[in-house]
């Protein structure tokens, strides 16, 4: 079982970045797929971004062109560069872990082994 360390998150005002990261203890290149989760008060944890061992990336609707997802096998670490930030980007983000061996990767919530505990990321209009 991995375990997932997010930094990065933080205030900042609408039209600003951030950048977050994940470090892993263990080898992230035996994931196949890897990715970022976000939840607000009140709602459903979404899949934000994930990417695959061969760089194939996918994205919410909601931040496509805003955000990009990338993966450092080499030092076991996932980032999630957010540009354009919107106060509705407020949430918990998560990193997430797809089971060792897998070889198809999702959103559904179901799919991801393990979880790290998460980063806040607070927007103002």
């Known amino acids: 079982q991995a375990q997932l360390v997010e930094s990065g998150g933080g205030s900042v005002q609408a039209g600003g970045s951030l950048r977050l990261s994940c470090e892993a203890s263990?080898?992230?290149?035996?994931?196949?797929?890897m990715g970022w989760f976000r939840q607000a008060p009140g709602k459903e944890r979404e899949g934000v971004a994930r990417?695959?061992?061969?760089?194939?990336?996918r994205y919410a609707d909601s931040v496509k062109g805003r955000f990009t997802v990338s993966r450092d096998n080499d030092k076991n670490a996932l980032y999630l560069q957010m540009n354009q930030l919107k106060p509705e980007d407020t949430a918990m983000y998560y990193c997430?872990?797809?089971?060792?061996?897998?070889?198809?990767?999702?959103?559904?919530?179901?799919?991801?082994?393990?979880w790290g505990q998460g980063t806040q990321v607070t927007v103002s209009s």
């Open positions: 990417i695959t061992t061969q760089g194939t990336t």
């Open positions: 997430a872990a797809g089971p060792a061996g897998a070889q198809v990767c999702g959103f559904s919530a179901l799919y991801w082994q393990d």
């Open positions: 263990v080898y992230i290149s035996s994931r196949y797929c």
